[in-house]
């Protein structure tokens, strides 16, 4: 790889370097800008969202990653934010406290980089690479190797250890036929109670009511009509008893469209019950406890 540098005495590179190690490609690119110039400033990208798949790795492993391949660079860090025009103005901020009076810079990306957003001041150039290697690949393959060794152990809490905690939304649904005297409840292998239908909600889906929709058609092969809410609970799931995370319900209610009401997915069972003699001591699950009390006051309502 070969740079056209003028006169500029300093080159930059914004990237994430989001890769258990250095690839050939970055390699190659770093070694490049090496060569070209008397200074190379790498700015390693941050995001709020992280540690994450796509952003797993902190800022000083990155740093020293770096480092230990070309001690000769500075290596400095830009946060994201959500304007282009604010992020690209910072970048130049940080920049200038860099540079002393007689240097001159230019900024260098390859294709789909951070030149596609830039919109600051300094001139800039696209670098044609001759390879191309996956940082998500490469992360994929990582997420699938156990190593044995201190450090990977130490890795693995620590990126878990600096997460906020997290709440998993699940949907739960009270599903009435068309006179509303009956509710169909589900029951799951190893367990003799019963419980609302539900799960968790997908983050590619458009929304809780298409969750409920969707766990209503997999767990018992029914057509809904359009889920009402009712309320939102915490789960006391046993699962999650000594976790920092936890799981909060969405709970709706619906009627039963079409279809025949058949257990499938995690239930071993679906029944339907009359509202009027359901015992919640005797019938339901724990969990669901504080649910079907809810379901069973809004429905005594409504």
Known sequence: MQVKTDHYTTGVCVGRFQTPELHQAHVDLLQTLIDSHERVIV???ISPASPSFTNPLPFESRKRMLLDKFP?????????????AVW??????????????????????GRESFLDVYSGVYPTRELMQERWVSGTELRQTAAREIKSSRDFRHGVIWALSNQYPKCYPTVDVAIFNEEGDKILLGRKQHEELYRLVGGFAEPTSPSYEADARREVQEETGLAITDPIFITSR?????????????IKTLLFKATAMSGQAKANDDLAEVRWFDVASINIQRDIVPTHHDLMQVVLDDHKEN
């Open 43 to 45: 700015f390693l990208g």
């Open 88 to 109: 690209s103005k910072r970048l130049d901020g940080q920049i200038r406290d860099l540079l002393s009076p007689r240097e001159t810079v230019i900024l260098y990306g």
């Open 72 to 84: 000769s660079l500075t290596v400095m860090f830009i946060k994201d934010i959500a304007s282009d």
């Open 234 to 246: 915490l789960v006391p799931d046993w699962r999650y008893a000594n976790e920092d995370d936890q």
